[in-house]
Structure formats: structure tokens, C-alpha cells
């Protein structure tokens, strides 16, 4: 079992900046590709990147690509995702999510572990 906490949510206006941060506890994060997914109200949960055990392969989807990094501290047992340029269309719950595989890393349905959700709004 992996237990997932993350934090850095919230409101920061358009343009901003925004820190999230997860931090895991039971089983060796290193052991786990790490997930960012977004829930907007009414819409279905997203991907918004990830990256993989190991190598540290990191991917991300088309909307947040060069705003958005993902990374990670296996000696911390945290993962990041640092929000730049934050857009009123990013406003959600972020989740971050942990998965014993590597593929297909973009979809929810792969990962095994959850956190709760931080919420982030921007506005404009």
C-alpha cells in the first residue's frame, strides 16, 4: 500500500504560479510511477503528467506542455508538479496518483494509488 498527501493548492490569479507537492508513505516511492490528474466540476478526471519509475521518463499532456513540470525526490518519498503561467481553464482538484507500471501512464484506470485532491483555482 502507498499512501498519498497533497498540498500547494490554491487561489492564485491568472499568470501565477503554483507549487503542488506529494508526499508518500508505506512502499518505496521509487518503486512507483507518479501521476498528476485534474477534475474539473462536471468534467471527467484528466492527465495531466507524469513520470515514470526509473529512467524518470516524464510526459505531458498537450494542454499543460511548457507550463507545467513534473519531477520527483525518491529521498523524500515526494513528487512535484510546479504550475506556471496558470490559465482559468486549470482550475480543478489535482490529483496526484502512484502506478506500478509504467504504461499506459496516461490514463487513470492505470494507476493503484490516489491522494485526495488539492484544490487549485486561478482567476482571471
Known amino acids: 500500500q502507498v499512501q498519498l498527501v497533497e498540498s500547494g493548492g490554491g487561489l492564485v490569479q491568472a499568470g501565477g504560479s503554483l507549487r503542488l507537492s506529494c508526499t508518500a508513505s508505506?512502499?518505496?516511492?521509487?518503486?512507483?510511477?507518479m501521476g498528476w490528474f485534474r477534475q474539473a466540476p462536471g468534467k471527467e478526471r484528466e492527465f495531466v503528467a507524469a513520470?515514470?519509475?526509473?529512467?524518470?521518463?516524464?510526459y505531458y499532456a498537450d494542454t499543460v506542455k511548457g507550463r507545467f513540470t513534473i519531477s520527483r525526490d525518491n529521498a523524500k518519498n515526494t513528487g512535484y508538479l510546479q504550475m506556471n503561467s496558470l490559465k482559468p481553464e486549470d482550475t480543478a482538484v489535482y490529483y496526484c496518483a502512484a502506478s506500478i507500471t509504467i504504461a499506459p501512464i496516461t490514463s487513470p484506470l492505470n494507476y493503484d494509488f490516489w491522494g485526495q485532491g488539492t484544490q487549485v483555482t486561478v482567476s482571471s
Open positions: 513520470v515514470t519509475w526509473g529512467m524518470g521518463i516524464t
Open positions: 508505506g512502499r518505496p516511492f521509487r518503486n512507483y510511477s
